[in-house]
């Protein structure tokens, strides 16, 4: 260790302020605006995620923590099993499971909410890459959810890897408008459908 000398410290001025990950930038945008800008981009922002066997409660907590509305679900080896977003966590799913497995709200774990992989729709990077923010507004309300992942791969043949994030209240925050997509209508349609079949 000798050949190693201790580095000159300073005070920190008054005023200093610290890097935070370029994100979205918080001005206003435009539907014609390019669509990453609007996306959180996990190539500069830490995704945040969750095991499937934590409760549900847990979920929540997180998301609060870190100011989301989805978590990734995922398993040891960092693979995607899903996503729980916050309208799963305080909507009807919760209660359903309750009803139809038993137990209490502390018993539910996020695998039991969640959407699962195999169900979830992703935009391309190349595609959005191209894309306008209106294009992904429009992508959101026919979808009719809050959220959109964007995945990418490296080389033809690799596995896809979630690149990005959109969310509706994001793009909403910086479009200065509400954008209106039937998560909650779809979710009560759901219940409706459970309940009679």
Do not use: W
Request: aromatic share 4%; proline share 5%.
């Amino acid at each position: 260790m000798s050949e190693f000398f201790a580095l000159p410290p300073q005070k920190l001025a008054p005023g200093a302020t610290y890097y935070q990950p370029q994100q979205v930038s918080s001005a206003h945008v435009e539907p014609g605006d390019a669509a990453v800008r609007v996306m959180t981009d996990l190539k500069t922002v830490m995704a945040i995620t969750i095991g499937p066997d934590k409760p549900v409660d847990a979920a929540s907590e997180r998301m609060i923590r870190h100011s989301v509305r989805l978590l990734l679900v995922i398993d040891d080896q960092e693979s995607i099993l899903g996503l729980v977003t916050a309208t799963d966590i305080l909507g009807e799913k919760p209660l359903q499971f309750i009803q139809k497995s038993g137990g209490k709200r502390e018993d539910v774990l996020v695998g039991n909410i969640m959407t699962p992989q195999e169900k979830l729709e992703v935009l391309c990077m190349k595609d959005v890459a191209a894309a306008k923010v209106g294009h992904i507004v429009a992508t959101l309300k026919k979808s009719g959810r809050q959220h959109a992942l964007v995945v990418d791969t490296e080389a033809p043949g690799q596995a896809q890897r979630v690149r990005g994030i959109f969310s509706a209240s994001q793009i909403s925050k910086l479009l200065g408008v509400e954008i209106q997509t039937s998560e909650i209508a779809r979710t009560f349609a759901e219940i409706q459908t459970q309940l009679v079949g």
